[in-house]
Each structure stands twice: as C-alpha cells, then as structure tokens.
DNA sequence: TGTAGAACGGAATTCTTCGTTCCGCTATGA
DNA sequence: TCATAGCGGAACGAAGAATTCCGTTCTACA
C-alpha cells in the first residue's frame, strides 16, 4: 500500500483530523488554517470538500456519529452505572465529541438528517442519566441539556500545548463529576437548559 | 438635570455597559456590535475613546479594579470563609469581573500599571483561597490559576436572553461550588494552571 | 522510457468584514 | 437667532478570508 492513492488516503484521515482539531479550538477558523495544521495545502482540501461549509457540514455529522457511539457504549456497558457513565464523559472530551456541532451552530445549514440524529442523540442520553440516576448516582435535577453544556464548555479549556490542554479539561471534569455524583446535594438554582434552547441557536 | 450634558452622561454608562457585555459574550465583536447594543451610533464611541485597542484596555483595566474590589470585599467579611467564598464567586459571576481582562488578551497592549494590578489580583486571591483552606472549607489542591479559569469559563456560557444566561451561569457554578467544597474527595488529575501559563496567553 | 492525468502547493482573485473618518442634522444655551 | 457640542450613520480603505487557477510532481501503465 503505497503510491497517490495511500497518500490520497492518508490525507484524507489527515485533513478531517486536522479540521476537528482546528474547527474545536476555535469554531470560526479560516480553511487555511485548517490546510496549515494538516500539512497540506489548500487545494487539497477543496479537491475532498465542495466548500467550507461543506466541510463543516460534514465534520458535524461525523461528530454527531462518533458522540452517539460513545453514549451506546456506556449504555451496552451494564455493569457499574456510575463509572459507566463518568468513562463516558472522559472518552468523550478525548475525542471531542459532544460539543463540536454545537459549536459549529449557524455556520452550516442543518439537514434533515442531522435534526433526525439529534433526537436520537437526545434519546439515548436520556436513557443514560435515567439509568444512573436509578442507581442512585447522579444527582435527579441533572438533565440532557446539561450534559451539552458541559461538554461544551470543558471544550473550551484552551491553555497550553494540546496535552497540558487535555490535562487541564481532565482536571475540570473530574471536578465537576465530583459534583454531579452528589446526590445529596442541596438544589440547583435554575432549570436545565431545554432541548429548545440549545437548538435555538442553530437557527439565529 | 436634563439636557445635553445629561444625555451625554448617560451614554458615557450605557457604552461602557454594552462594551462590557459585548466583549464579554465575544472578545472579538466588531466596535459596532457595541455601539448597537448601546443604542447609539459609532461616532457617539469614537468621541469617548481614541481607538477600540483604547476602548479594551480600559475596559479590561475597569475589571480588574472591580474584580480586586470584590475579592477585598470577601476578606474583609471573616465571619464565614465559606460563605465569604461562595458570595465571592457568585457576585463576580454577576459583575462579569475576573474573565474580561482574560478574554481580550492579546488585543491590547498591556500596560506597566495592569502588569502591577495582576500581581495584587493574584496575590489578593491567594490569601482569600489560604484563609478558606484554613478553614477546612475548600479543597487544598485548588489553586488561584483554577479560579480564574473557572470564572472565565462560567462567562462563556451564553443560552438565551440576559436574565436567561444569568440563572444558567448561577447553575453551573452551584454544581462547581459543590465539588471545590468537597475536601475529602479523590486527588484531581494534573496540576492546576500556572500563573505564567495564564499570562502566556497576553504575549500570544 | 514516454505520457496521461490524478493530486497537490500555493499565488492570484474576489468578496466580506471591520476600524476609522467624514458629513450633515439636531437640540441646547447664550 | 446662531454657534456648536454631540450625534447617527454612510463612506472609505485596509485586512483577511473563501475560492479559483495554474504550473509541478509523481504514479501507473503502455
């Protein structure tokens, strides 16, 4: 296996690492950038994608995809709820899934077919909290939009160099984890945010 | 007290609140997303300040004045060093203070005088974080680069109008204030920012 | 070995956005 | 009544970004 064709195909894998390396520390990035970081230049890039948007577009499903898997995997593994679920959310700032599509909101139009895999994305982790929340492992008032937020927010931890960055995610996850595996805590201020709310920001 | 000199005085507030709340939301809003949000037109700014690198930094030097009141505030009322924290944490929160100066490093070139202020920022924190240690209320491994880290993230959160976003930030940090007051739990993973990491981010 | 063409790097081009300036307009206060 | 401080917003120019284009390189196969 050598040749165009490998190259072609290693780059391939290289520029879409690229673009969710770029595209996660700062949503509004220029293509460039993206050409930069992945070593290769820019018509490389329009050669795969018809347009940025195109590429943004497809970077968010995948996201979507991959944030999908990690919740079936936590939901598969029956064992322990709770660790179950905090490997969940560690393997999901890993790879940074769960908060890239939010942050690409409004820059791309939404297909039909992510808005389906955004209800299912929905659905699953709502089994997920349910189940540890049956266990008695996270707190009730915890719900789905939460986790977005979350996500989201440990996303923009950016300091450093990529590993001292992903350390100090680590660091604040671990932090709030502690807090959300409090269920004898005492309530907390104001509602989740809603399925609405997140996804208004899609369309301003 | 009316006339022009009134409504003059009245802009003069009304630009340095929109600022502060523009930048906030996004440190690289254009001077007219501000001037917008203040309801007055561009030259209504541009008669205040000689530049938007003008505007920033004295906006960022203004937060770091309110941010130092507020820790002063906290080590004077040494009643509750918990209480004294958590009030602390929660009223920069809602003044915006400890995540402005941050935000817009970079944009700005930093003065001898902030470079002075930084250091009695930092070193006022210190002593807020030993004093609640001391008191057993907060846990040891926290460090002064967490908390700016933490201010400057529960900022970013941005779903829905003002009062919206407000209540959203009050919830997450309820959830962080838990975890920082858990003095037995686990070690956190990786060692907390440094001061020189956080300062890094001014020389870009 | 010669050659068609896929894949590519990066300069050139075009479009957008933003900081700043400039030009009337309005209301105040003498 | 008039000079003018204060202002709104269009106009201008520079910077930066998306996309296109062209010359080059390397592979595969005749």
Known sequence: MSGRKAQAARNDELIREAARAVFTADPGAPISAV????GVGIS???RRYKSKEDLLQKLAADGMDR?????????????APW???AGF??????????????????????????SRK????????????????????????IEVGDISVLLEHLHTIRIGDDERMNRLQHRYLALMLDALHLTGAEELPGPAPTWQELRGRYDG
Do not use: N, W
Not at 35 to 38: G, I, L, M, R
């Open 89 to 114: 959310m560690r393997r999901c700032l890993d790879i940074g899934a769960g908060s890239l599509t939010m942050r690409l909101a409004g820059s791309f139009e939404v297909t039909e077919d992510m």
């Open 83 to 85: 660790a179950a679920f």
């Open 44 to 46: 490389a890039l329009y």
């Open 118 to 141: 955004g209800r299912e994305i929905h659905a699953a982790t709502q089994r997920l909290l349910d189940r540890t929340k049956e266990a008695g492992a996270l707190r009730p008032e």
């Open 67 to 79: 944030y999908l898997a990690e919740v079936e995997a936590a939901l598969a593994d029956d064992a």
């Open 35 to 38: 050409a930069e970081h992945a």
